[in-house]
C-alpha cells in the first residue's frame, strides 16, 4: 500500500494537465499543476463526485485537533442465502466476550478459544473465526472482528471490510489524526484506492478498467463508496441480547417438504423467527416480571426428519427418481420432495425411519440442552406443525407412563395375565382349541404376538381365529408385559359397551381406563388390519386401526403441553375408522393440548366435534396479540347486531300496527249522550291503555336502537384507543363462562382445544387467494406466539400484562 500526502493539508484548486496518466492514476481528482509523476505527494483536491463537490468545500478544515482514540470493534457473522451474502451483527453482549476471549488469545498464544452466542445455540471459534450450530446441523458461517465499513451507491447497507484492510485504514487514519494532516491516498495492492479527506469525509474506489470511448470520465467509471470508522457511525440495527435464564424448552417439528413458508427457508430458519417473536412479546407482555426477574426467556428448537428420510441412508430419492416421468420437471420435482410425505408416513418402512428421527431428535436435543443448561430445572412442550403434529400425536399416543414402566421393570404380570389361558378360551366359548394352543405351549403372552396366519397354521377356522385375536389384543398391555418390548399386533380400540356387542362377551372385568377411542362397527371393521401389517398403534391399554404398525421410541422426558400448528389429525383419525375420542383419553406423558389454526387454512380440522358430538361449539377465538379484536371483526359483529336488532324493531312495529288494525270497533255515542255502560267504559279503557303501553315499548324500542347506532363512534373509539384489553379480556371471560358446564374431555384436563386465529382484512376479502399463506403464517403469528407463552407462565404462576397501548 502505497500513501500519497497532500500540501500541508490543505485544499487545492483544479488546474489544466496532459498528463491523462495521473488522471487513470487518480480519476476522481485532479493533480495539482507541477506535479510530476516521480513525486511522492499528489495534492488532491475535494472533488469526490459531482453530489458531493460543494459539501467537501464547506468543510472546515481549520476545526481544533481532536486527539486520536482507539476505534471500538464489533463483531459480525456472514448469512449466505443463494447469491445473496449479508453481514449481521452480534449482540453487544456476545461481541463483548468474543472481544475478550480475542484480547486472552493474542496474550495467550496458539490456543483456540471457543464462546457460546446467540443463547448458547453457537460457539464461535475465535481464532478460527467460524460460527458452528450446536443443535442442528449447519454448514459453518464466517466471523470478522469488525472496525471499517464500506456502502456502494447501490448498496442497502455498510458491508465491513476485511480484517487486514481496515488495520491498514486504522493505521492511516492514525497517522492523520495525531499529525493533523489529510488528503491522503491510500493504494491497495489489489486496485482499490482510499482517500482521506477528513475524519468525516472518507471514500474508496474501485480500480478502473478498460474504458470505453463514450465515458466521458473516469468518475462515471468507478463509482465512489462511502467508508466509515466504527459500527457507531453507520446505520444498523445490533440486537438486543437474550436473557441468560431458560424458563421452558419448546421442540418444533415441521411438516411435509423441507420449506415451511412460502419463502422456501428452513424449519430452522422459521423457528428463529418465532423466537424473535416470542423475544419481543416477553419485553412487551412481561415486562414487569422480566425486570423482576421473574421471566427469562423460551428456547425454541427445531426438529428436522425430512432430511433423514430423505438423505442417502434410505435412498428413496433415487427410487422415486427412477420411476418419475420427465415431463413438467420442477412440478415433479416439488411433489416428489413435498406431498410423498404424506404417503412415506403411511408406509411401515418409511414411517418407522420418520417417528425414530423425531424421537432421536427429541431425546438428543433435550440431553444436548441440559448439558449446556445444567442449571436448567423447567419442562418441555412440543409443537407440531401440519404433519409433524399427526407424528407427535402418533408419537404421545404410545407413551408409557410411569406406573407402566414401573410395570414393566418389576415384571409384575399384566392385567391380561390374571385369566389363565383356559379362562380365557371358556369365556370366548372356544374350550374345544385349549389342547390346540397348549400343545404348542401358547400362553396367553405368546398368543398375543400370534398373527392370524400363525393361528391358520394351527387348523384353527376363520371365526375363532378372529374372537381370540380380537379379544386377546384389545386388553392386552403390549409396553408392560414385554418389559418396553413395542407391540406389533393390531386391532380395534372400542368402548366397553361396543366390546361385549362385537365378541359377544362380557368386559365388566376390565379397568374403565383401558379404553378411550370410541370406534363403532363399521364396514371398515371386517378388514383383516393385522394380515396387511398395519394399525395405529396402542393407545395407553388399546390398540386401534388404521395407522401402520411400528416400533415407537419412548421419550427421556414427559412434555408439558402439545400445540398442533394447522393440524389434520381429526381428519387422519377419522380416515382411520375413529369416530369418537373417549372424553376420559388423554396422552399417558402429556396433560395438555392445543389444536390451534386458521380459519381458511385447508389442512388443519376440528378435534372438539370428535370429543362431544351432542354440542355444537364454536372454536375459541384468540385473542389479537394488542389485547382486542381485529376491528374489521368488531366491525362484522356490530352489523350483525345491528341487523338483528333493526329486524326486531320491524318485526315488532309490523306486529303493533297489525294488532291495532285487527282491534274490534267500538260504537260511538253521539256527543254529550252519557248512555255508554260500564263494560264499553272498562272495554275503551283497557283498548286506550294497550295502546299506549305498546306506543311507549315502540318508542323505548327505537330510542334504544338509535342510541345504539348513535354510540357505535365512541364505543370504537373507548374499545381500539382506551379501554380494548380490558374489553377483550371481558368478553373472553364471557366466553368462558358460556362453555365454564361443558365437559370437553381430559386431553386437555377439562379445557378448550380448538382454538381459532383472527385473519387479517386483507386476507377477509378472498379466502381461496390467502389459503396457503394461511396454512404457512404460523411461524410469524405473534398471537400464536402469545397463545403459547401465556400456556407456558400460567403453569408458572406468572401472569401476563397489559401491553403499553
Not at 341 to 361: G, H, K
Not at 371 to 387: A, D, I
Not at 776 to 797: Q, V
Request: proline share 6%; charged share 25%; hydrophobic share 35%.
Amino acid at each position: 500500500m502505497s500513501v500519497s500526502e497532500g500540501e500541508e493539508g490543505g485544499l487545492f484548486r483544479a488546474a489544466p494537465s496532459d498528463n491523462s496518466q495521473d488522471l487513470l492514476d487518480n480519476p476522481t481528482k485532479t493533480v495539482a499543476t507541477g506535479s510530476t509523476p516521480e513525486d511522492q505527494a499528489s495534492p488532491v483536491v475535494d472533488e469526490a463526485s459531482p453530489s458531493s463537490a460543494s459539501s467537501f468545500e464547506m468543510l472546515d478544515m481549520e476545526s481544533a485537533h481532536a486527539p486520536y482514540q482507539e476505534v471500538q470493534p464489533h463483531w459480525f457473522f456472514c448469512r449466505r442465502a443463494d447469491d445473496n451474502t449479508s453481514w449481521l451483527p452480534f449482540s453487544r453482549e456476545d461481541s463483548d466476550k468474543l472481544e475478550n476471549a480475542f484480547t486472552n488469545i493474542s496474550d495467550e498464544g496458539e490456543e483456540d478459544t471457543v464462546v457460546a452466542v446467540e443463547g448458547q445455540r453457537y460457539d464461535v471459534h475465535v481464532k478460527e473465526r467460524k460460527r458452528h450450530a450446536v443443535y442442528w446441523e449447519q454448514a459453518p458461517s464466517e466471523v470478522r472482528r469488525c472496525t471499517w465499513f464500506y456502502k456502494g451507491d447501490k448498496d442497502t447497507r455498510f458491508m465491513p471490510y476485511p480484517e487486514d484492510f481496515s488495520k491498514d485504514l486504522e493505521e492511516a487514519y492514525r497517522k492523520s489524526v495525531t499529525s493533523d494532516e489529510w488528503k491522503k491516498k491510500l493504494d491497495f495492492p489489489t486496485g482499490e484506492t482510499v482517500i482521506l479527506h477528513n475524519p468525516k469525509l472518507i471514500m474508496q474506489y474501485q480500480p478502473i478498467g478498460l474504458q470505453d470511448d463514450w465515458v466521458s470520465s473516469p468518475s462515471e467509471h468507478t463509482r465512489p463508496r462511502t467508508v466509515k470508522r466504527g459500527v457507531d457511525n453507520i446505520s444498523v440495527e445490533i440486537p438486543d441480547g437474550e436473557p441468560e435464564k431458560v424458563d421452558h424448552v419448546v421442540f418444533m417439528v415441521h411438516g411435509i417438504g423441507p420449506a415451511c413458508d412460502l419463502r422456501f427457508r428452513s424449519i430452522i430458519q422459521c423457528v428463529n423467527d418465532f423466537r424473535s417473536v416470542s423475544l419481543s412479546l416477553l419485553a412487551s407482555h412481561y415486562k414487569r416480571a422480566q425486570q423482576e426477574g421473574q421471566v427469562g426467556r423460551v428456547e425454541f428448537l427445531p426438529v428436522n426428519w425430512h432430511s433423514a428420510l430423505h438423505g442417502d441412508a434410505t435412498g428413496v430419492d433415487e427410487d422415486i427418481q427412477r420411476i418419475t416421468l420427465p415431463s413438467i420437471s420442477r412440478l415433479r420435482h416439488f411433489t416428489n420432495d413435498t406431498l410423498l410425505d404424506l404417503f412415506f408416513y403411511n408406509s411401515p418402512t418409511y414411517c418407522q425411519t420418520i417417528v425414530d428421527t423425531v424421537a432421536s431428535e427429541f431425546n438428543r436435543l433435550h440431553v444436548l440442552f441440559k448439558q449446556r443448561h445444567p442449571e436448567f430445572s423447567g419442562t418441555v412442550s412440543v409443537v407440531g406443525h401440519s404433519l409433524g403434529s399427526l407424528i407427535l400425536f402418533d408419537l404421545l399416543t404410545n407413551q408409557r407412563d410411569e406406573s407402566q414402566a414401573r410395570q414393566g421393570i418389576s415384571g409384575e404380570p399384566c392385567h391380561l395375565n390374571c385369566n389363565t389361558l383356559e379362562q380365557t378360551l371358556n369365556r370366548l366359548g372356544l374350550q374345544q382349541y385349549l389342547d390346540v394352543l397348549q400343545n404348542e405351549n401358547l400362553d396367553l403372552e405368546s398368543l398375543a404376538l400370534c398373527r392370524d396366519s400363525d393361528l391358520k397354521d394351527l387348523g384353527i377356522p376363520l371365526g375363532p381365529r378372529k374372537k381370540i385375536l380380537n379379544y386377546v389384543r384389545r386388553k392386552w398391555l403390549p409396553e408392560d408385559c414385554r418389559m418396553g418390548a413395542v407391540c406389533q399386533a393390531q386391532g380395534p380400540q372400542l368402548q366397553p359397551e361396543v366390546t361385549s356387542t362385537q365378541d359377544g362377551n362380557e368386559s365388566s372385568g376390565l379397568p374403565p381406563q383401558q379404553f378411550h377411542l370410541h370406534r363403532p362397527q363399521s364396514v371398515t371393521s371386517a378388514v383383516d388390519y393385522e394380515y396387511f401389517d398395519v394399525g395405529i398403534g396402542q393407545t395407553n391399554g388399546g390398540i386401534a386401526k388404521g395407522q401402520v404398525s411400528i416400533d415407537y421410541p419412548q421419550l427421556e422426558f414427559h412434555p408439558q403441553t402439545f400445540f398442533a400448528f394447522g393440524s389434520p389429525i381429526g381428519m387422519f383419525l377419522t380416515v382411520r375408522g375413529l369416530k369418537r375420542i373417549d372424553p376420559n383419553y388423554t396422552f399417558p406423558t402429556c396433560k395438555s393440548f392445543y389444536n390451534i389454526y386458521h380459519p381458511y387454512d385447508p389442512v388443519a380440522y376440528r378435534i372438539e366435534p370428535m370429543i362431544v358430538s351432542e354440542v355444537d361449539l364454536e372454536p375459541m377465538l384468540i385473542p389479537h396479540h394488542k389485547g382486542r379484536k381485529r376491528m374489521h371483526l368488531e366491525l362484522k359483529d356490530s352489523l350483525t347486531r345491528m341487523s338483528m336488532d333493526l329486524k326486531n324493531n320491524v318485526l315488532g312495529s309490523l306486529r303493533t300496527a297489525w294488532q291495532s288494525f285487527a282491534r274490534l270497533p267500538v260504537a260511538a255515542l253521539p256527543p254529550g249522550e252519557g248512555g255508554e255502560t260500564t263494560t264499553e267504559k272498562t272495554l275503551e279503557e283497557t283498548q286506550a291503555s294497550a295502546a299506549v303501553t305498546a306506543s311507549t315499548k315502540r318508542e323505548d324500542k327505537g330510542a334504544n336502537f338509535w342510541t345504539k347506532i348513535l354510540a357505535w363512534s365512541s364505543a370504537i373509539h373507548r374499545h381500539y384507543f382506551r379501554g380494548g384489553f380490558d374489553e377483550a379480556e371481558s368478553s373472553e371471560s364471557v366466553e368462558e363462562r358460556e362453555h365454564r358446564e361443558i365437559k370437553m374431555g381430559m386431553l386437555n384436563g377439562g379445557r378448550r382445544i380448538d382454538y381459532v386465529l383472527q385473519e387479517k382484512p386483507i386476507e377477509s376479502f378472498n379466502e381461496y387467494l390467502f389459503a396457503i399463506q394461511s396454512h404457512l403464517c404460523y411461524w410469524e403469528s405473534e398471537d400464536t406466539a402469545l397463545l403459547l407463552l401465556k400456556e407456558i407462565y400460567d403453569n408458572l404462576g406468572v401472569a401476563i400484562e397489559q401491553p403499553q397501548q
